[in-house]
């Protein structure tokens, strides 16, 4: 399938190499901090385990080539990875259901490092109306429309409990949330032009144990 343009003249990349692109950022910015100058795709693919091809073709999208023989400059390639991502750029968003995985993301400093910068919360507790949940401000969802004029807010992080995720996901829509980031087991469905990512917890669990299980059960019968 041939790469398109994105809006903004960037080619629109197959979900598999933009899910691997955050990984080779990781690993050259532990290069950077050790003040490695060179990597090559041989080397990344080795700690990483993915193949080399794979590397040098994930990274050609990007128009980023490595020196025969050399390999990538560290820092050229740390400082393209992280703006090509997104990360330097800072994107506004609120929070729906400020309950333990809610509060856990409000509270995870890694998330604004990324460029993500939760700017509110919102939850129908009563005990937790305009509270500030580590210095982020928490309203009850009937504000939402209201409070969103002033957040410049264009991502929706749900966490609220499945049986809410749709509903809330179409409050978030219709106040003008282009984005939604989904912690649900529910499978969210929105108008098109509206972004959904979706990270579900269990659904990694259930692999997990799956494949655990099938690890026991072969040692049992081994």
Not at 8 to 24: A, D, F, I, V
Not at 59 to 72: M, P, Q, V
Request: proline share 5%; net charge neutral; aromatic share 8%.
């Amino acid at each position: 399938m041939p790469i398109q343009s994105a809006p903004n003249n960037r080619p629109l990349l197959p979900e598999p190499t933009l899910r691997r692109l955050p990984w080779y950022l990781a690993y050259v910015s532990m290069l950077k901090v050790q003040n490695v100058e060179y990597v090559s795709s041989t080397t990344i693919s080795r700690k990483l385990n993915v193949d080399s091809s794979q590397i040098a073709k994930d990274l050609s999208f990007l128009n980023i080539k490595g020196k025969t023989r050399i390999g990538y400059d560290v820092a050229t390639l740390e400082r393209s990875l992280r703006d090509f991502l997104g990360f330097k750029t800072e994107h506004n968003a609120v929070i729906m259901g400020v309950g333990s995985l809610g509060s856990a993301l409000i509270a995870d400093s890694g998330l604004h490092r990324y460029g993500l910068n939760i700017v509110a919360g919102f939850d129908i507790n009563p005990e937790l109306g305009n509270v500030s949940s580590s210095g982020i401000p928490v309203y009850h969802p009937s504000e939402l429309q209201e409070r969103l004029m002033g957040l410049n807010a264009e991502i929706g992080i749900i966490t609220v409990p499945a049986e809410s995720a749709q509903d809330v996901a179409d409050q978030l829509v219709h106040a003008g949330i282009r984005a939604l980031w989904n912690f649900t087991p529910y499978r969210i469905r929105t108008e098109e032009g509206v972004v959904i990512a979706n990270t579900s917890i269990y659904a990694h669990l259930a692999v997990m144990y799956n494949r655990l299980g099938m690890m026991n059960h072969n040692n049992d019968n081994g």
